[in-house]
Structures are given as structure tokens and as C-alpha cells.
């Protein structure tokens, strides 16, 4: 893996410089979810052959978080974006 | 013996260098190679093969093939026929047993070993098991390449440069150097690398040029590490030109691999580029017309060439090479001897495709032209001259298959694998190419099917009667080129962390150990146990700065904090701390620490020794999520810290503050934090116990490390290292996050019931302590005492009438409990205190009995006094 | 209730400061030189806000941090970008310094565009912000706790390029 990966804020840079947190995921909300539900959330993730939405940090850069989609099979990146964080309840 | 001056020689005819061969002086002019030195003076035999230990000669010249790896310099499978002359230089023969004329070995040639047919290491040597080290060191002895001086470092040194390049040409030939030239012409940032000593120093208008260097592979995003000998380049490139031209390929034929068979580029270097005369008599078997010159050459040279054929017209149906002591002494073709000391053979040429397949480019056979080509070039590439298949063709490499009582045909030198080995993995089954390639190892020696990969493609075409293009080539994977593993590694830095107070610890004669990214003191002196008694009995201090410190401020810092811990914090005062644990939502404990509340809307919030990044990550990402508006700061470099603790402690502190009032038992009490100036320094200071004695916790800008300690020092504080601390918060049944808990471990199963608070919305793992408490209790961390002065090891099982029950996560020898002491994991109905269970010690079991709460001042009251 | 003096060195009475690469940079050549102690803010916020005073340099790596180096005492520039609305911290004592010359010496160490700086990036195998003075020289600071390392690598690689002993 050393395919360039751009940062919102510094550009583009070898993908060593980041962390990845994997996957976008849902998080249940509301009342007590289904034991099956919380542990879908907890431990499954789809793992797609293709393009997928994930959490980026620039950990040694700006070590600003973003989003990206990436196509999982070829490491080309669609798209990147920031954060756009659900109100506190 | 060499020829008189050649009109492009490479040798310095004025400049002798000389090293030693084998133990004896030879030598050789600048501008030779350590190969065409020693062929110069007369050597043929330059290696014995990998498996039969048959003598080997210069097959390639060229650095393409295994024949002519020595050991230089301590540094093992160095190709010498492309490693410049150097004075002094040491270079053996490896890979030889006795010499490389007579080598013991090569016995295995004869009779067969044990380990002579293809796949041996599948099929023996097998049982009985506990032979397996034996036959290790039998085989490694007896096969494979040189060795490495483990005494000796070879290389003084590696090093690494990160580079970028506009436009980065792979390959010096013709069509590489006009690409470097046009590319120059348009900028700067061209860099044309090849592997070859021709183009050394050479100037190209506007062209870096990086000779003799090898591009070891392409990778993602244009990378491609060059190897130019003690300096690793890292080159980024926006476009990358590959002009790696075409490989002559051996032609496959009995006794193909006798000293004096050679492949005509490499008879062409000895001559051009040496003037050496590279035989007597030689025979030439020509597949284009590259290959027929050579022909002109060596007669020029003074060979006699008695006989050329151009196996495209004059196709022969049987080629075999007869030997004496492992040298071609005559070429027999269709039955005719012809006698020669060397035997120049091609196939033609096969484009070397490797960098662009690695790049993604698709590779696909021509029939008519009987080579594989690339197509399909992935953007940014670019492919130029006969790497395209421009100027290529290959005859069929295979003749004479099936001679009965000839010598072997070998695929692939590299491995010693012939006709027959590949015939039979066929018959057993081995159909596709990637799994031969796996059981038979062809392609996968030194050259990396730089010359056998065509060969065996088109001989598994043959026998399994399909065609070449549903055989398929095998992934193209770097590194293209042989490369030092040193170089791959780089420069040997492995960054440690340092406490500004490090090199105090290490003036004070501590041991040092790795504690995560930490380097850390184990303990000042021999008896750790000494360092326990002076915090249980007067004063002790200990290098904290490890542990992981961030701010969190914000007018919704309250908020964000309560979303991520279990705890309350909006209800606490300013200038109060609280104990606190972080868990996944999965319900795992991550991390756990200290939360002090400095303003409304600031707290700051200690972390375990390594988990400072990673809860800083973790509540960043969060945030990020949620979006609360708070800031997160890791002032964990910036801030050193220490705990002062023992009996002393409050005595020793105010002789060091302005106004001893600020630190008398009111101002400061249990759990307060408070900003003091302590010998002259700001500190934060903190009063917790995680020792269990009296303590406060200075946190200070790290610059003012070494004062500070010093002072402490100076009033009577004795240095305690991690190990003392281990048995003093063991004492307190303190618990260490990752160590007495694991991925299993939940805040209800290790004795936190009381900490979250379920009333709460939410906090992140809210959901999971719900579950858990609503789910059947499987185990629960407890306290216990031996009954005997044994210490278990940690993960030592726990056996409740006679079968594992739990395990010890910690333990230790208490002087001030008098007992050897420790927590474990036990079935929640044996965790009554003083239930007595047995612990597997050194094959025997030895009794233990839980005890709950701490084992010393169980009531808190030395810690708060 | 607090101003966070306890973040600053400058704060600390004199003379009870030390660099945390003065052992590492003991007899370095004079191609190195130690900027450990040189005030330097970490900011968060809208660092639009922010304006630089004499002498002092922003470096902004997102919309929302940055970094204030300044000439001038730390501790007060932290009051004064506070008051200004953005948050701000003395990292002064969190960050080890090296002043550096020449454009392959600084390639031995890191694969940042060395046209393309101020940036934060791997040096040394470690996280560090690299600026650009005029011609080839540069300034390069890594979290303190790593910097004696990062010093022994860039005196490596002096000796590898042979312009140290
Ligand atoms: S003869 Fe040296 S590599 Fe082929
Ligand atoms: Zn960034």
C-alpha cells in the first residue's frame, strides 16, 4: 500500500501518514437496541469489494478526521469531505 | 588474457587494482568488474549450483543471473560480473564445499540425494518430527546461497532519500535516453535510471542520470524505489517511462548449463566492454541478428568460430553440449560433434515487462513472434523500445526434449530445475502455472524468471498441448532486482520516547526498559523491594511524564466528556478530580484515569502510559462524529510529571512552595488539584494514590524535568522505577488496563459496577454494560493471597477441583502485606472473600484465597491522611 | 481559575529550563542547530482570527489549528490570542527544534515537498512540522519526548552525506 491519499488540508500524501478508523458505521440510536442489533453495530462490517465510505485522520499531518470513499479494490479515492457531525442530543 | 584497446573499453589499462580471490592475490584494471577480472586471469567456474553443486560459469555478464554470486566483502550473493573492482576487496567463492574446482558436493549430481527430485521438501524428511532442526541445518548447509557473516555488518551503511521526479525514465538505452531528452526539454525533474556502467557519469542535457542503479519495482502512486548501491532512492513520480528493453533467453537443451555455455550479450561485454578473449573455439547458435554478430565479434576477437547456426533458418532438431569436469568441451548438433570451449546460444529476446505488469499493465503472448508483450498501460506509463516487443522474437527455447541418456536440460538455473522436474510436476498434477511455480520454485531463484520464465510457459504449453496464452505468465512482483535487505530497512532508527528527566535516570545507574513507546527505569538499584519501602516508610518519587495528559476545553466539554465516559463530571467543582474508565461501545475497558476539572469548561484528563495517542485519537474521532463544541489538546510532551509520595510527602512539598498553607491537609485535601509553584516551577499538582501512600502528582513544562527531580531529590526523595510502582498499586488492588483486563473484560466483570452511570442518555458503551448486566455473570476479577511464599507467573492457570477455573493476571511478593499477593479471574460463585482456590506454580498447585479490597490500608487512610 | 502557567517554561524561574536536545547536540556540526525553547503557541479555533504580531510567524494547517511561533514571551501571547476568541496553548516545552541546511540532507529525512512547506508531516519516522527559511534552510520541530532520537538520525545522516564526523 503506498498510494497517495489526499488530505482536505495538506493535499495529497502517502497513506502511511494517516490512520484509518475503518468504515462509516450507524450507531442504533433510541432505546436499548436488540442484543442482535448492537452487536451487528459492534463488531460487522460490510467489507465491500468496491467503493466505501470510511473515517481518515491525518494523524502525522494536520491530524484533522475526514471522510473518504475509496474504492476498496483499486485504492482510487472518489471523494473526500468533512465531517458533518450529527447535533448533540 | 586480454585484447589490445577496444574502441569503447571500459578498462583503465594504466590503473592495476588488486584484491584477493579465494585467499590468493589477483587483480584487474579500474574499470573492470569484479567477474571480468577474474575471467580475465583465467577463472571459468565462478559458482557451484543451488541443489547439484554443478560447477557454473558467466552465463548472462550481465547481473541477470545466479552463475556468478560471491561473496564480497562479507557480503553474501554479490554478482560479480557487475560489481566494480575494488582495491582490497575480499571476495570468496560460496556455496562450495572444498573448492570451486572440486567441490565434495557435487556428488549430488551423480547419484542423486535425498533432495534432488522437484518438490523433495514436500514429500520427505517429514517424519520423525523431532528431526526437523537437524535436517534445517543439513539442508541449509548443503543448498542455497551464501551466508551471512552475522559477526561482520557488511554495508558500513544505508540510507534513504526521498525524491520526485517529473518524468522518471526506467531503462539507458536508445529509446530510454531520447525519452529523458525530449522529457528535458520541457523541464526540469527528469531522472533516467539504468542498471548498466556504461552510462555512469554520463550526461544527458537537463537529465539526472542515476547509473548503475536498478528501479527495484513500481508501486502505488508512482513510487519506485531505486537501489544505487548504498543509498536506497524513493522516487515519486508523475509520469514513469519504462525502456527496460528485452532479455536474451537461454535456449533449454542438454548440458544448456556447462561452464562456457553463455548468453551472446554476455560474450559481446567481455569482449566490448573488458577486450578480453573469451575462448578459443566457439560454436554459435543464433536465434536474430544481434545474436549473429556476436559471431563477427569473436572472430575478430581472434576466436575460431567453426560453426554459426541461425536456429530461425537452419532450425536444428537436437542440440546437445558434452563436458568435461563440468566445462563445454564440444557442442554435438543433430548428432554432429563440433569441438569448442564455448557455446554462445539464444532463443531470442522476450521484452522485460516485469515493471509495467507491476504497474497494472496487462501482458498477453504473440504466437507469431513466440513472446509475451504488455498491453494495456495503466495512465501515467509510458512504454518505449523493445520492452514494447519492438525488435522481439523468440525461436522455441526448447530442443532436444526427450534425449534419454544425455546430460540434464535445465529450466531454470537459479533453482536447478529441468525438463524432467517440470515434466513430472505435470504428471502429478501441478497443471496450472502458479501452482507449479510454487512446487517446482522455477522463477522464483535469483533472477526472478528473468530467464525461465518464457521457458517454462512454453514447455508447459507444450506438454499439456495448450496454448501459451491460456498457460498465462505468472504475477509480476517486485523486487525486480536482487536488494539488500539492509537497504529495504534504511537507516536503524527506531524512535523512542524520552521523558525530559531520562538521562537522570540513567545518570542514577536505572535500568531502562521499553515500556511502550516509553523508554523507562525497572527499578534504581538491584531490590526493587528497597525502592517500596522508602514510599511505604518516607518518600519516594517516580517519572510519570509517560502518562498520557489532554485538554479538553470547551463550553460543551462537559457535555462531550459525559458522552464518552461512564462517569458524571458536570456535577464536580472546579479544582476536583474523579477516577475515571473509558470503554468501547462493544463494552470493552480501553483505558482508564484521572479527570480533573480546572474551569467550567476545562478538564484535564490523564491517561495510562501508552494510551495517550490512542484515547486522543479516540476522542477526537468522536467529537468528530458528534461535533460538540469542545477542544481536545495532547499536552502529553509538554508537560513532564512525577508523584511524590510517602509519608513525607506533604512536609517535603511545602519546604518547596511559597506558602506552606497552600498544602496543609485542608488546602489540599484528597482528590483536590491545584495549581503551585513548586521550586520555583508551575505545576499543577494533583493529590491521588495510586501507590497508596500519601501523593501528589506534579505536572510541569517539561523543560523544568531535571530541576524539578533534582529538588525533589534533594529533599530526601528516593527514585522508584515501574517495577516498585507494579507492587505498590498491587498492593491497592489497583487494577492496569490491559494487563488484569483484556478485549473480555467489562466494567461490571472487573469490580466498576459502581462506576457507570446508567441513568445517563448516553456514553459511549452504555448499551453493551446494559446487556451485560442483563446476561448470566461468566467471571470476575478479584484480589487473592497465596498460601505458601510462591510467586505464579502472570497468565498462570487457576485450577478449582482439578480443572482450569481462571487466570492470574497479576502478582507479586508484598513485604507490607507480608504475603505474596496478586489478582486473578475466578467463576463468580468462588469470589466470596477468603474462598480458597489453587494456583498452577512450576507443575505443582499451590493454594490461594480471594480477598477483597485492598491489601494494604484497606481504609484509605494513609493515601488520605 | 487558570491560565495554564503551568504549560510554560517561561513561567518557571530562571535558570530551571533545559533544552531536551542539548545532550544529543553536545559538539554537532554547525549545519545543526538546537531552536528547542523558542516560543511556539498551539491554536484551535477560527484561526482566521488570529493576527501575528513582530516577528511572529502563524502556520496554519487547517481552517481550525495552527500553530504561533513567537519572539516574544509565549505565556503572554496565549492571553492575547485568547482574548482574540481562538484558543490557544504555550507548546513551547512540547516541541524539540532543529535548524537545518541543505535540500538533500532534509531528503535523507523526509519525503515532504520541500517546495511546498510550512507542512506537518514524517521526519525521521516521526511526526514533526517543517518550515523553509531563505535558500536551504530549514526548521524542523518533533514532539520533545522524541527529540534526542530525531537529532542522532539528522547527525546519521550528516555522516551518511559524510558532512559530519
Ligand atoms: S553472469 Fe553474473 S549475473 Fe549472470
Ligand atoms: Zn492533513
Known amino acids: ?89 | 588474457m586480454r585484447l589490445g584497446p577496444q574502441p569503447r573499453e571500459l578498462i583503465d589499462r594504466s590503473q592495476r587494482v588488486l584484491f584477493t580471490f579465494d585467499g590468493r592475490a589477483a587483480g584487474g584494471y579500474t574499470g573492470d568488474t569484479i567477474g571480468s577480472a577474474l575471467y580475465a586471469s583465467g577463472q571459468r567456474v565462478f559458482s557451484r549450483s543451488f541443489k547439484y553443486h554443478r560447477p557454473r560459469g558467466l552465463l548472462c555478464c550481465s547481473g541477470h543471473c545466479p552463475n556468478c554470486l560471491m561473496t564480497v566483502d562479507s557480503v553474501p550473493n554479490v554478482r560479480v560480473c557487475v560489481e566494480p573492482i575494488r582495491a582490497g576487496a575480499v571476495v570468496e567463492p560460496q556455496n562450495v564445499w572444498g573448492s570451486l574446482d572440486r567441490d565434495a558436493l557435487a556428488v549430488t549430481d551423480k547419484i542423486g540425494g535425498p533432495f534432488t527430485p522437484v518438490g523433495f521438501y514436500y514429500r520427505t524428511m517429514i517424519r520423525p518430527r523431532f528431526m526437523w532442526p537437524l535436517y534445517e541445518k543439513v539442508l541449509r548447509n548443503l543448498a542455497g546461497l551464501g551466508k551471512v557473516d552475522e559477526r561482520h555488518h557488511g554495508h558500513s551503511r544505508y540510507d534513504v532519500e526521498h525524491r520526485r521526479a517529473r518524468v522518471l525514465v526506467v531503462g539507458g538505452g536508445q529509446s530510454g535516453r531520447a525519452a529523458a531528452l525530449a522529457a528535458a526539454t520541457r523541464g526540469p525533474g527528469v531522472v533516467l535510471v539504468d542498471e548498466g556502467m556504461r552510462l555512469r557519469g554520463a550526461e544527458l542535457e537537463g537529465v539526472e542520470v542515476l547509473a548503475p542503479a536498478r528501479a527495484l519495482g513500481i508501486w502505488e502512486g508512482g513510487l519506485v524505489p531505486v537501489d544505487a548501491g548504498g543509498v536506497l532512492y524513493r522516487f515519486r513520480a508523475e509520469r514513469i517511462v519504462v525502456a527496460t528493453g528485452a532479455l536474451e533467453q537461454p535456449l533449454v537443451f542438454p548440458g544448456n548449463d556447462l561452464v562456457g555455455v553463455m548468453l551472446p550479450d554476455g560474450v559481446r561485454r567481455l569482449i566490448r566492454d573488458f577486450a578480453i578473449r573469451p575462448a578459443s573455439r566457439a560454436v554459435v547458435l543464433a536465434s536474430d541478428d544481434d545474436a549473429l554478430e556476436v559471431a563477427d565479434e569473436l572472430r575478430e576477437a581472434g576466436v575460431a568460430v567453426p560453426r554459426v547456426v541461425d536456429l530461425r533458418t537452419a532450425p536444428l532438431g537436437r542440440i546437445e553440449a558434452k563436458g568435461r569436469r563440468g566445462r563445454v568441451s564440444a557442442a554435438v548438433l543433430d548428432g554432429r560433434a563440433v569441438e569448442c570451449d564455448l557455446v554462445v546460444a539464444s532463443a531470442g529476446r522476450q521484452p522485460s515487462y516485469s515493471l509495467l505488469a507491476q504497474a497494472g499493465a496487462r501482458v498477453e503472448y504473440e504466437p507469431s513472434r513466440g513472446i509475451f508483450v504488455p498491453a494495456e498501460l495503466p495512465a501515467g506509463f509510458e512504454a518505449l523500445g523493445a520492452v514494447t516487443g519492438e525488435g522481439c522474437a523468440t525461436v522455441h527455447p526448447l530442443r532436444s526434449s526427450g534425449a534419454r541418456n544425455g546430460d540434464k536440460s535445465f529450466v531454470c538455473v537459479c533453482e536447478d530445475v529441468t525438463t524432467k522436474d517440470v515434466d513430472r510436476a505435470i504428471a502429478e498434477g501441478f497443471d496450472s502455472i502458479e501452482l507449479s511455480k510454487r512446487y517446482t520454485t522455477v522463477t522464483m531463484g535469483p533472477c526472478q524468471g528473468k530467464l525461465c520464465q518464457l521457458a517454462s510457459i512454453r514447455l508447459y504449453a507444450r506438454t499439456t498441448g495448450v496454448s501459451e496464452a491460456t498457460v498465462g505468465t505468472t504475477t509480476a512482483r517486485p523486487p525486480w532486482a536482487p536488494v539488500e535487505l539492509g537497504l529495504l530497512a534504511g537507516p536503524h532508527h527506531e524512535p523512542a520516547r524520552r521523558s525530559s528527566i531520562h538521562f537522570r535516570h540513567e545518570e542514577a545507574g536505572a535500568t531502562i526498559q521499553w515500556a511502550g513507546p516509553w523508554k523507562r527505569p525497572y527499578a534504581y538499584g538491584e531490590h526493587p523491594e528497597d525502592e517500596v519501602r522508602a514510599v511505604h516508610e518516607s518518600l519516594g518519587v517516580i517519572d510519570v511524564s509517560t502518562l498520557g495528559k489532554i485538554l479538553v476545553e470547551g463550553p460543551q466539554a462537559v457535555e462531550l466528556l459525559e458522552r464518552l465516559y461512564p462517569n458524571r463530571f458536570g456535577d464536580m467543582k472546579p479544582g476536583r478530580i474523579r477516577y475515571g474508565v473509558i470503554t468501547s461501545d462493544g463494552g470493552r475497558i480501553m483505558d482508564d484515569g484521572t479527570i480533573a476539572r480546572l474551569a467550567d469548561d476545562l478538564f484535564y484528563v490523564t491517561t495510562t502510559s501508552t494510551g495517550a495517542d490512542a484515547v486522543t485519537a479516540w476522542f477526537e474521532w468522536w467529537n468528530a462524529v458528534w461535533g460538540y463544541d469542545a477542544e481536545i489538546v495532547n499536552v502529553t510532551g509538554a508537560l513532564a510529571a512525577v508523584n511524590l509520595a510517602g509519608p513525607r510527602a506533604r512536609e517535603a512539598l511545602s519546604r518547596l512552595v511559597d506558602d506552606p498553607d497552600d498544602v496543609a491537609g485542608d488546602a489540599f485535601r484528597y482528590l483536590d488539584a491545584k495549581e503551585l509553584d513548586v521550586a520555583g516551577v508551575p505545576c499543577l499538582a494533583l493529590r491521588i494514590g495510586f501507590v497508596g501512600e500519601l501523593g501528589y502528582e506534579l505536572h510541569f513544562a517539561s523543560p523544568a524535568g531535571e530541576h524539578l527531580w533534582d529538588r525533589l531529590v534533594a529533599e530526601g526523595a528516593w527514585p522508584f522505577g515501574l517495577e516498585p510502582q507494579r507492587v505498590l498499586r498491587l498492593e491497592k488492588a489497583h487494577i492496569i488496563v490491559g494487563q488484569d483486563t483484556d478485549s473480555e473484560s467489562n466494567l461490571l466483570s472487573a469490580g466498576m459496577s459502581w462506576l457507570p452511570k446508567l441513568e445517563k442518555d448516553d456514553f459511549v458503551g452504555k448499551l453493551a454494560v446494559e446487556h451485560v448486566a442483563r446476561r448470566e455473570e461468566v467471571e470476575r476479577l478479584v484480589g487473592f493471597t497465596m498460601e505458601e511464599d510462591v510467586v505464579p507467573a502472570e497468565g498462570a492457570q487457576v485450577v478449582i477441583e482439578g480443572r482450569p477455573g481462571g487466570r492470574v493476571t497479576s502478582a507479586r511478593r508484598s513485604e507490607a502485606v507480608g504475603a505474596v499477593i496478586g489478582l486473578a479471574w475466578l467463576p463468580p460463585e468462588r469470589c466470596e472473600d477468603g474462598t480458597r482456590f489453587e494456583i498452577r506454580v512450576d507443575r505443582r498447585t499451590v493454594g490461594a484465597r480471594v480477598r477483597h479490597g485492598a491489601f494494604y490500608d484497606a481504609s484509605g487512610a494513609r493515601m488520605r491522611a | 481559575m487558570t491560565e495554564l502557567r503551568f504549560l510554560s517554561p517561561s513561567q518557571c524561574a530562571e535558570g530551571s529550563t533545559a533544552s531536551p536536545l542539548r545532550r544529543a547536540l553536545d559538539g554537532a556540526p554547525e549545519q545543526v542547530r538546537d531552536l528547542s525553547l523558542q516560543g511556539v503557541l498551539e491554536l484551535r479555533g477560527d484561526i482566521a482570527r488570529v493576527e501575528a504580531g513582530e516577528g511572529e510567524e502563524l502556520v496554519r494547517l487547517s481552517p481550525r489549528r495552527g500553530f504561533l511561533f513567537t519572539p516574544g514571551d509565549p505565556f503572554e501571547a496565549v492571553a492575547r490570542v485568547r482574548a482574540a476568541g481562538v484558543l490557544a496553548y504555550d507548546s513551547t516545552g512540547a516541541l524539540a527544534g532543529l535548524a537545518l541546511e541543505g535540500e538533500q540532507l532534509m531528503r535523507r529525512l523526509t519525503d515532504l515537498e520541500l517546495t511546498k512547506l510550512p507542512a506537518a508531516g514524517p521526519f525521521a519516522r516521526v511526526s514533526a512540522l517543517v518550515l523553509r527559511d531563505e535558500g536551504e534552510r530549514f526548521r524542523v520541530y518533533v514532539p520533545q519526548e522524541l527529540g534526542h532520537d530525531v537529532a542522532l538520525a539528522v547527525l546519521d545522516a550528516l555522516a551518511g552525506l559524510e558532512l559530519a564526523p
Open chain 1, 1 to 89: 500500500m503506498s498510494f497517495l491519499l489526499p488530505c482536505p488540508h495538506c493535499g495529497p500524501r502517502p497513506v502511511d501518514e494517516y490512520a484509518c478508523f475503518g468504515e462509516v458505521t450507524t450507531r442504533p440510536a433510541g432505546e436499548s437496541p436488540s442484543l442482535r442489533d448492537l452487536t451487528e453495530y459492534v463488531y460487522f462490517r460490510d467489507n465491500v469489494a468496491g467503493v466505501q465510505r470510511e473515517w481518515w485522520q491525518h494523524r502525522d499531518g494536520c491530524g484533522e478526521w475526514f471522510l473518504a470513499e475509496r474504492d476498496t479494490r483499486t485504492n482510487e479515492v472518489l471523494s473526500i469531505s468533512e465531517p458533518e457531525p450529527a447535533p448533540p442530543v
